[in-house]
């Protein structure tokens, strides 16, 4: 009995090692399922320009840019752990039907861009593309809204506590990468093998931009009380926008729900004086 007993603390205690030596492996999936560039907003009708972001440690990004004629403002949009920009197209019409421009682009390691995905490269590229909106298009800082989906909303509100957007949209956001991964993995101390952060209710209390929280009750991924949780650590002004559906259809299932609590808080924080002049 004693030897299974040790036999099975062994194997635990290989499995441990794995997991803390590979963890970057289970948050980041740029290959799922394809790094490569399979559409582009061209295949909805939009126009739009490649753009090339090179972050502070000398990394090259890309990106797209969809303009919106007479735009109220623009999106900077951060994209979960799996898959690239040409998968987010629905979520580009979305946008550009509420009337703003968009920048999206791939984490280092991600689609066309170079390097490998990292906690604090990620903040970088967080940053690069924020200077590129600023700094190169000449955008208002007040004009933009960050906006960030899973993991990204952990990215869009790191950056929002380091600067000054117009508003902040987290999307099926997670508390935290150790909070999530004790409910992921119960039966390991995830909270103490979690090398990587991403803390994003922290980021909250450093925002002072008013922030929207999107969150469904039936995401499979990332349960409802981290959407409950990140709204109340949330300065006001702020609203909560509960959708159903699961963590990666839950906007296109809530369809016309999700588009007016969209609009409804664009328009309350990013007031939209040509409104009229679009369909």
């Given at each position: 009995m004693l030897n299974v007993i040790l036999i099975a603390a062994?194997?635990?205690?290989?499995?441990?090692?794995?997991?803390?030596?590979?963890?970057s492996s289970l948050l980041y999936l740029p290959g799922?399922?394809?790094?490569?560039?399979?559409?582009?907003?061209?295949?909805?009708?939009?126009i739009h320009e490649d753009v090339r972001l090179l972050t502070d440690d000398g990394v090259d990004l890309h990106g797209w840019y969809i303009p919106t004629e007479r735009a109220?403002?623009?999106?900077?949009?951060?994209?979960g752990n799996a898959g690239i920009i040409s998968h987010r197209l629905e979520s580009l019409q979305i946008f550009h039907q509420l009337g703003l421009n968009v920048l999206i682009f791939d984490y280092r390691g991600y689609g066309q861009s170079q390097g490998q995905p990292g906690e604090r490269g990620t903040q970088l590229d967080a940053l690069a593309a924020w200077h590129h909106l600023v700094d190169i298009r000449g955008?208002?800082?007040?004009r933009i809204v960050l906006f960030g989906r899973s993991l990204g909303g952990a990215l869009a509100a790191w950056?929002?506590?380091?600067?000054?957007?117009g508003a902040l949209i987290l999307e099926s956001a997670f508390i935290s990468v150790p909070e999530l991964a004790a409910e992921l993995y119960w039966w390991l101390p995830a909270r103490l093998l979690s090398r990587l952060q991403y803390n994003t209710r922290n980021y909250l209390a450093e925002v002072h931009c008013p922030v929207q929280v999107i969150h469904?009750?039936?995401?499979?991924?990332?349960?409802?009380r981290h959407?409950?949780?990140?709204?109340?650590?949330?300065?006001?002004?702020?609203?909560f926008l509960e959708l159903r559906g699961d963590h990666n259809t839950g906007f296109i299932v809530s369809g016309d729900n999700y588009m007016r609590g969209l609009e409804t808080?664009?328009?309350?924080?990013?007031?939209?004086?040509?409104?009229?002049?679009r369909p």
């Open positions: 062994g194997i635990y205690a290989v499995l441990l090692l794995i997991v803390y030596l590979n963890q799922m399922p394809s790094r490569e560039l399979t559409a582009s907003p061209r295949d909805i009708g939009l109220r403002g623009t999106l900077l949009f951060f994209h955008e208002s800082p007040d950056l929002a506590a380091r600067v000054q957007p469904s009750r039936e995401d499979e991924i990332i349960p409802y959407g409950q949780s990140l709204y109340e650590a949330a300065h006001p002004p702020r609203t808080f664009l328009t309350a924080h990013l007031p939209d004086p040509l409104k009229e002049h």
